[in-house]
Structure formats: C-alpha cells, structure tokens
C-alpha cells in the first residue's frame, strides 16, 4: 500500500492478534473483493474499518457454523472471505460446515484463528484446540501458517487475500523476538557440524528451541508453514541418515505423517515434540504453567532433544 500509513497505532504491536485486527483496515482497502465475517468477537477494534467498509465486515452473532456457511456464500459469488473466532470455535465447532460449505464446494477462505493450544488457559477446556491444525491438514486442499512474528502476520494476510485458497492461520501469543520469512519454506536459522541432528521449531516455538539448545550440538530450522511441509526442504537439511526433532506448538506428531512421507526411504530417527496426546490438563493456570506441564518450555524441549542426542 503506497502513499501515508493510514493503519492504526495499534499495527506496530508486537502482538499478533493486535496487529491482526490493526491490518484488516489495510487489507480492505487494498482488495476491494475481501469480506471478514465474524461470530461476536473483534467488533470493537475493527469498528473503524466497518465504518470505512459499510456492508464488508458481517458479525453474524454467536453462531459459528452459519460464519462458515455465510463464507462459503460468499466465496460463490466470487467474494475472499476472512473468517475470524477462538480455535475450537472456528475448527471444531464448524468443522462439518469447513468440509461442506468450502471444501466440498471447492471455494477458498482465510481462517484466522486466536487462543492457539492453551493461551486462553483460564477460560476452561472450551477456549482450548491444541488438534486444530492437524483437524484442518485432514481435510483436502487446505494451507496452515502458524506465525510467529506480528510482520509476520501482515505478509500473510495480504498475500493471502490475493490468492482464492483455502487457508488457516493460527495466532498465538507466544511470539518471536524478530519475524522470519513467510514464504512456506523451511530455512535454517543456526547451522553446526556436517551430520549433527536437526531441531525444526514451528512458528512461535523458535526461540524456545533456540534457548533450549543453546549449547547443544545441533541445527536448528524454522517454518512458518507446518501443512504442505516443504518436503524438499526437509530432506536437503535432514541429509542421509536423519535425526530430527519437529517442535510444535499443538498436538504432538500432528506433522508425523508429513515428515516421514518426505523421508521414507532414509533411516530416520525422529523425535516429536508438542502437547501430548494422553495428557489433558484439568487445572487452570497461565499458559506459562501449560506449557511447562506439556513440555513445551525451554527445559522440556531441552530434555526431548538431549533425547533424540542419546539415541
């Protein structure tokens, strides 16, 4: 967008679901066929951009699965809608209607989501999807980024505006001290020794790795985009005989299938790291205590990747 910065103040906030709000303004005004939809959440920061965009920002009330219906409404007629709500009430509330509604009627959506795994941890079991992202890679035709970095969310969002695909994006508030590129490649972020294991942390998981590892004898690597893995990718950093560790911010081997197709005929060991799978927390508490009690923090990680060393 050329010209003087009509954004908010509030864009250059490190939090992404600030920014998120922040940019939609922007975005609206840069593609005059984006729509956003949401279901009683967000009407106080977007209100400027609803003023601006009379008709284009649609509240539909506390009802997730007619969002999703209207989206695919929407998306008929040739309208990019953004769909917006908490995890479990944009993916597995609506989730017959994410099957219907957009992927069997083959149209494209933005989905973006807040309270990743547990940030909203105070909330109750009801604010908590840590399955979201692997609910959505099972259905066909779908890319998932899980930024981890407010700019990142800027490049993502009008990137995505451009194109017609289906699309989900995972906020969190856990973030990365800088953003990384969003181009749906994996990318070395510290290199080491020829053959030493590789640790790769999805979106704002990075810099637990990069503390978690800090002296340990591996390389780390970083993707913004978990579904499609970049395969190719993952093989030229894995090499031949891999050890790897895949560092997630939700259900523990949701990227399992991915990352074994991508290295199937290679002798691999492959650790993954993320919410367990058998282990629903009952307590309340900050997401800092869920993720130590998940070990997702820095010691957590630190112990599953002197793991995958020992082995």
Do not use: C
């Amino acid at each position: 967008m050329s010209g003087p910065d009509r954004r908010s103040p509030g864009l250059h906030s490190l939090d992404l679901r600030t920014r998120f709000y922040a940019e939609l303004g922007p975005v609206l005004d840069a593609h005059p066929d984006v729509d956003v939809v949401l279901a009683a959440i967000g009407t106080a920061p977007v209100a400027a951009a609803t003023a601006r965009h009379p008709g284009r920002v649609i509240d539909v009330g506390i009802r997730e699965q007619a969002m999703v219906g209207v989206a695919g409404g929407l998306a008929l007629t040739g309208r990019r809608p953004i769909l917006h709500s908490y995890a479990p009430f944009l993916v597995e509330r609506p989730y017959e209607q994410l099957k219907i509604s957009l992927g069997h009627q083959d149209v494209g959506a933005i989905l973006v989501s807040i309270g990743a795994s547990y940030d909203a941890s105070a909330e109750g079991r009801t604010h908590q999807a840590p399955a979201d992202v692997g609910l959505v890679a099972a259905l066909p035709g779908w890319t998932v980024h899980v930024p981890g970095h407010a700019d990142e969310v800027t490049a993502i969002l009008h990137a995505e505006a451009a194109t017609g695909r289906r699309v989900y994006v995972r906020l969190s508030t856990q973030r990365n001290d800088r953003p990384r590129p969003v181009d749906g490649r994996i990318h070395l972020e510290r290199d080491g020794a020829a053959g030493a294991p590789l640790v790769l942390a999805v979106g704002p998981m990075l810099d637990v790795v990069l503390d978690a590892t800090r002296d340990l004898p591996v390389r780390v690597a970083h993707t913004s985009t978990p579904h499609p893995l970049d395969a190719d990718g993952l093989r030229a950093l894995a090499g031949p005989t891999p050890r790897l560790a895949v560092v997630e911010p939700y259900l523990e081997g949701t990227s399992a299938a991915a990352v074994a197709a991508a290295l199937g005929d290679r002798p691999a060991r492959v650790e993954h790291v993320g919410v367990p799978r058998d282990a629903e927390l009952r307590r309340y508490g900050t997401p800092r205590d869920h993720a130590a009690a998940h070990g997702l923090d820095a010691a957590g990680v630190r112990g599953r990747v002197r793991t995958l060393l020992a082995a």
